[in-house]
């Protein structure tokens, strides 16, 4: 349990970051934090159960999979919903 509070609350604080260096609507926001959190959790499971991997762990979480595909799916969420002010 406190695995899952660990990681769910390091993903928010990722997408609560890029927001802040981003910018945007509440709604853009909100966007960025639920993809933050499940590409936290698709990144543990990728770094676990596919690439096996052993760096930057704490405890049983895959901390370095995780942090990475919480960061890109982040940006990525904040790239699909830019306005295009030219339309």
Same mark, same amino acid.
């Given at each position: 349990?406190?695995?899952?509070?660990?990681?769910?609350?390091?993903?928010?604080?990722?997408?609560?970051?890029?927001? $802040? $260096?981003?910018?945007?609507? /509440?709604?853009?926001?909100?966007?960025?934090?639920?993809?933050? $959190?499940?590409?936290?959790? /698709?990144?543990?499971?990728?770094?676990?159960?596919?690439?096996?991997?052993?760096?930057?762990?704490?405890?049983?979480?895959?901390?370095?999979?995780?942090? $990475?595909?919480?960061?890109?799916?982040?940006?990525?969420?904040?790239?699909?919903?830019?306005?295009?002010?030219?339309?």
């Amino acid at each position: 349990m406190t695995t899952f509070l660990l990681g769910t609350l390091m993903a928010i604080a990722i997408g609560s970051l890029a927001h $802040v $260096v981003m910018g945007g609507t /509440v709604g853009k926001f909100a966007a960025m934090l639920i993809s933050a $959190v499940l590409g936290f959790w /698709v990144g543990h499971l990728l770094g676990s159960l596919g690439m096996n991997f052993a760096w930057f762990n704490i405890g049983q979480l895959n901390a370095l999979p995780a942090i $990475v595909l919480s960061a890109i799916c982040a940006i990525g969420a904040n790239w699909l919903l830019q306005q295009n002010p030219d339309r």
